[in-house]
């Protein structure tokens, strides 16, 4: 079965520093992988998105994540945190298109000053 | 603006009460689905439904009914066999034919009083 597991559930990062949360993922073949935020109260925005092809993905918002199939892993980075990125953030998996996505249980970041 | 319109925002549920909640889509999107989010727990699938007239239970349908009579519409019903209702509802559509992604609603907070 599919599943995804954010091992850190608060992370707390300096305004400028840079930042990286942790995916990993458990399925067999390679997986539809996805990044995604959200603000208190709010939906769920998609940040960026891995299928096939380069494994160094691009997003909105200056993040960033690499896929590396040895470790089963999709972190998610970005270089240098503003105090608006603070937020939840969720990393999850799909077999297929249109099939139902497997989320992890979230990281909260939160940004100081 | 396409998009993807929960309602209403807030809910509130005497114990032993149906309640409905609202999801519509104008994206022209061939699949729905519904999450239930409680803290610390991520985002767990209720049901989901990939054409019209026809849905799929997820992980945790127990207490929940859905229908799905037009592409646009996928209301979530809460019965009273929901013995723990309070928590925040997320509704998501995509294409089945691709994989880029949900886009989700704003969401439900459901309490019950």
């Known amino acids: 079965a599919q599943s995804v597991t954010q091992p850190d559930i608060h992370i707390t990062v300096s305004e400028g520093a840079s930042l990286e949360l942790r995916c990993n993922y458990s399925?067999?073949?390679?997986?539809?992988l996805f990044w995604y935020v959200q603000s208190p109260g709010q939906g769920l925005q998609l940040l960026l998105k891995y299928f096939s092809g380069d494994t160094l993905v691009q997003g909105i918002k200056g993040f960033e994540a690499e896929f590396k199939r040895s470790q089963s892993s999709f972190n998610l980075r970005k270089p240098s945190v503003h105090w608006s990125d603070a937020a939840e953030y969720f990393c999850?998996?799909?077999?297929?298109?249109?099939?139902?996505?497997?989320f992890g249980k979230g990281t909260t970041l939160s940004v100081s000053s | 603006d396409g998009g993807i319109t929960q309602s209403p925002k807030y809910l509130f549920r005497k114990e032993g009460q149906n309640v409905t909640l609202s999801c519509e889509q104008n994206l022209n999107h061939d699949a729905m689905y519904w999450y239930r989010q409680d803290p610390g727990q991520g985002l767990r699938l209720i049901y989901y439904?990939?054409?019209?007239?026809?849905?799929q239970k997820g992980d945790i349908a127990e207490g929940y009914s859905v229908s799905r009579e037009k592409k646009e519409s996928f209301p979530l019903t809460v019965t009273s066999a929901q013995k723990n209702p309070t928590a925040f509802y997320l509704c998501?559509?995509?294409?089945?034919?691709?994989?880029?992604?949900?886009?989700f609603g704003s969401g439900t907070r459901l309490t019950v009083v």
């Open positions: 439904s990939q054409i019209v007239n026809d849905f």
């Open positions: 999850a998996v799909g077999r297929q298109a249109g099939t139902a996505l497997i």
């Open positions: 399925y067999g073949a390679t997986p539809y």
């Open positions: 998501a559509s995509t294409r089945n034919a691709e994989n880029y992604g949900y886009t």
